[in-house]
Every structure is written in structure tokens, then in C-alpha cells.
Nanobody, 113 residues
Framework: QVQLVASGGGLVQPGGSLSLSCAVS????????MGWYRQAPGKQRESVAS???????LYPDSVKGRFTISRDNVKEMVYLQMNSLKPEDTAVYYC???????WGQGTQVTVSS
């Protein structure tokens, strides 16, 4: 069974930065594309970043240029660097294997002054 444990969230002012981490276990990490997703209250979960097995990345326009996803196949970790944060980035953030509806423990990100 895959376990996904996200961490690093918190309260930050608009324009600030946060770095999220996700520990993955129970699967052959290097075999899968990984993604970061978020869900704000009353909204559907959405993808904010994905990274292929080879390291290619994709971002929606809403975060492009502000968020950076990376992975460490040895440590079986996936990371999300978030800069220039906006109030609309407030959500619970999750990591997961791309194409799988498995979310594990998320981490709350709140952007507010």
C-alpha cells in the first residue's frame, strides 16, 4: 500500500515562500510520475505540478513561474518550492502518483496577511 506524507505547510504572508516535501513509500518510486495537488474549501482538487520519471515538469498557468516541483529518486521524495504566494494559493496540498486517486496526508498552506 502506497503511503504519501506531505509536510512543510504553514501560514505565510502574500509574496512569501514555502517549501513542501512528500515522503513516498510502499511503491517503486522511480517508476512513476509524481504530482502535487491542492484542494481549497468548497473547490475540487486540482493539479498544481507534475514531474515525469525522467524529470520533465508541467504546471498550470495559475502557478507557472512561481512553483517548482522536483524529485529525489534515491530518497523517494518529491518537493514543491512555492514562491510569490498569493491568497488564492490557500489550500490543503497533497502529493500523489500521477493517474492514481490516492492522496495520503496533506499539508495546509495558508497565505494571508
Amino acid at each position: 500500500q502506497v503511503q504519501l506524507v506531505a509536510s512543510g505547510g504553514g501560514l505565510v504572508q502574500p509574496g512569501g515562500s514555502l517549501s513542501l516535501s512528500c515522503a513516498v513509500s510502499g511503491t517503486i518510486f522511480s517508476n512513476y510520475a509524481m504530482g502535487w495537488y491542492r484542494q481549497a474549501p468548497g473547490k475540487q482538487r486540482e493539479s498544481v505540478a507534475s514531474i515525469s520519471r525522467g524529470g520533465s515538469t508541467l504546471y498550470p498557468d495559475s502557478v507557472k513561474g512561481r512553483f517548482t516541483i522536483s524529485r529525489d529518486n534515491v530518497k523517494e521524495m518529491v518537493y514543491l518550492q512555492m514562491n510569490s504566494l498569493k491568497p488564492e494559493d490557500t489550500a490543503v496540498y497533497y502529493c500523489g502518483r500521477v493517474g492514481y486517486s490516492e492522496w495520503g496526508q496533506g499539508t495546509q498552506v495558508t497565505v494571508s496577511s
